[in-house]
Each structure stands twice: as C-alpha cells, then as structure tokens.
C-alpha cells in the first residue's frame, strides 16, 4: 500500500519567510511523528500526534514552529520568521500505535534558507 | 536507553551475507534492541527489532547473544539497494516511549 508521502521534497526560501510543509501518514496510522535531520547528523525529535489526544511539542525548538493534526490525517508543520539554522531534512513518521518504535518514514522535506 | 557500539564502516561483497554487529553491554532488561537504516537521502528505514530471542523476516535475521549484551543483523544476501549506514539502538517500551535517537550507526558499502 502506499507509504507515508511529504510534500514539497525541495523547498528553497529567504530568511525570514514562513513555511510550511505537509506529510500524509499512511491511512489508519493513529500516531504521526515530526523529526529534523541536519546534514550529517542524528534524529532530532519535534512533535508526536496521537489520536486525538493532546500532542508531544516537546521536541519543537523554538515558538515559531508549530503543527496541527486533523484527526488522524494529514500534519502541517509550520516554520515562521525562517532562520538559517532551519535549513535541514524534515521527516515525518507514522504508526498504528502509539508506543512502538516501528515507526514509517516518508521520504522528507529538504529545507533549505537562503 | 541503553548505549550502544557500532564499527564505523563495514564493506561487504554484493550476494554475500552482511553481518553487522551491535555492543549494548548496558541493556536492561525490558531494552529492545531495535535496528534501523538510512539510505542516502531517504527517510530511515525500520529493519527488525528483538528482546531475548532471535527474530527473522523478509529483510534481515536479528541474533541477540545470551546474556543480550551483543547482537548482530545479517542480511543474508546484500545487494547494492542495501548500501546505508545501520543503526543499532536499544530502547525501552511502554507508554509514552516513542522517540527514535540515533546514534552514529554503521555504514555499510555493497560492492559489486
């Protein structure tokens, strides 16, 4: 069936612009995560939806990023006022539960600020 | 979560068993150990994950030693696709444990 999908996989804007990128997590999968992956390094965890239950923003880095979640479908991760130090892979990830490490990537965003 | 070891970089000959090691000597005993890759420029890749027993499926077999401080993931024939780098990680389940960290992983090239 079809995976977790990312939309845009390129995206290229000015300092200070706002973003925004989508992820589809595969349908059914209650639990939809947000990471950041930096050129060469780990993953740093942003936001964990479960249901309808308040999410995770434990993991955001700052106010101006935040998510929204409609049911159990589509997120929107949102990056006001972009700074350089934003520009990374962002990878969303999804599951049919929420306490389990086997998580499904989708492809990622590659953000790049200029 | 417990720490764990991997050799930076591995080579192994396209069709040929890949076997990469993981030292956890620190694992607890509700820790999975869990196994993750990332090929280059795509989303990481949930492998296979275990506690006390082996564990086989249609990408990999997972041996955990007896005393679960070691293990080691065997692609039984690498082929080029399986070129990336490999993460060993050991994580405890239960509510509300749900963030993958990794660590620097193994890079694993399939040569021709």
């Known amino acids: 069936g079809a995976g977790v999908s990312q939309s845009p996989s390129n995206k290229v804007t000015e300092k200070g612009k706002d973003v925004e990128l989508r992820c589809d997590p595969i349908?059914?999968?209650?639990?939809l995560y947000w990471y950041r992956q930096r050129l060469g390094q780990g993953l740093e965890f942003l936001i964990y939806f479960q249901g309808n239950s308040a999410p995770d923003k434990s993991g955001l880095p700052s106010d101006r990023f935040s998510a929204e979640r409609t049911g159990e479908s589509v997120s929107t991760l949102t990056i006001q006022r972009t700074q350089q130090e934003d520009s990374a892979v962002y990878l969303c990830?999804?599951?049919?539960?929420?306490?389990?490490?086997?998580?499904?990537f989708g492809p990622g965003t590659r953000l790049t600020v200029t | 979560d417990a720490k764990t070891t991997q050799p930076p970089s591995m080579d192994c000959a396209e069709g040929r068993a890949a076997n990469l090691p993981c030292n956890h000597s620190?694992?607890?005993?509700?820790?999975?150990v869990y196994w993750y890759r990332q090929i280059h420029s795509q989303g990481p890749q949930y492998i296979i994950h275990g506690l006390k027993n082996n564990e086989t499926n249609e990408m990999a077999s997972l041996i955990i030693t007896e005393d679960r401080k070691s293990s080691t993931l065997i692609l039984p024939h690498a082929t080029l696709r399986d070129t990336a780098v490999y993460y060993c990680i050991g994580l405890r389940s239960g509510a509300g444990s749900y963030q993958l960290t990794f660590g620097k992983g193994t890079k694993l090239s399939v040569i021709p």
């Open positions: 349908s059914g999968h209650t639990a």
């Open positions: 620190t694992i607890s005993g509700n820790e999975y």
């Open positions: 990830a999804s599951n049919n539960r929420g306490s389990t490490y086997e998580q499904y």
